[in-house]
């Protein structure tokens, strides 16, 4: 793996170029990782493993040992098969129902988390609070701004967010994106498939500032901070 920016260094650490994690004024840094084709598609026949690499499973695992906890909603926990996993997992769900039963609730190395609101199904609040965290942000709909205040003040000053698409555009929507970790594979996909943001259109731009860009085996590895955090 080499840099190309802001300077040329090879071969480089990704861990060197990603230990600089944003830090956001008076709530916890948000980064964001996500993949695409270099058409925009975030996912083959639904999950997004068949546009990987080694280089890209290398800086996934960088990103993640560099995070206090992991945030992803639940939809994307059930395609992409989550396990057990190091650091903690916050899943995002409106119903609060998920499979209790699985590995990832279980077997866990850290103990996960469940982000959700305050009406959700009172059994299925039980439920999740016998095998993990429960984490209320919100009435009706998770208010995105609310869930990471509520992380921060449990000690999670660094959220590596992981998806989907509808998680991704409420962060930005919300204005708690600070960084965004983008892997560009070097693929054509075409269909229908979402973009890393899937929401109503931004009421204005959100700018970005690239501040780091790898390459390895024809992927890059783009790395950008929000305006209001670079």
């Known amino acids: ?52 690499s080694l280089g890209d499973k290398r800086v996934f695992a960088v990103l993640r040992s560099l995070a206090d906890v992991v945030l992803v909603a639940a939809g994307t926990v059930r395609a992409e098969h989550y396990g057990p996993a190091s650091v903690p997992i916050a899943v995002v769900t409106r119903s609060a129902r998920l499979d209790w039963q699985s590995p990832f609730f279980t077997e866990p190395k850290a103990r996960p988390l469940v982000v959700t609101v305050d009406d959700a199904p009172a059994e299925n609040l039980e439920l999740a609070a016998e095998v993990a965290d429960v984490v209320i942000a919100g009435t009706g709909g998770v208010d995105m701004r609310r869930a990471v205040d509520e992380l921060g003040a449990r000690g999670f000053q660094h959220i590596l967010a992981e998806g989907g698409p509808s998680l991704n555009a409420q962060l930005v929507t919300a204005g708690v994106l600070d960084e965004l970790c983008l892997t560009s594979a070097p693929n054509l996909v075409a269909g229908d498939g979402k973009r890393i943001l899937d929401g109503p259109a931004l009421p204005a731009l959100t700018e970005l500032e690239l501040r780091s860009v790898l390459e390895d085996d024809g992927y890059l590895f783009l790395r950008y901070r929000t305006a209001s955090s670079a």
Do not use: E, H
């Open 1 to 52: 793996m080499r840099q190309l920016l802001p300077v040329a260094v090879d071969p480089v650490d990704p861990a060197d170029v990603y230990a600089d994690r944003p830090v956001a004024d008076r709530r916890a840094g948000v980064r964001l990782n996500m993949i695409s084709s270099v058409d925009g598609a975030t996912t083959i026949d639904g999950v997004s493993g068949g546009l990987g």
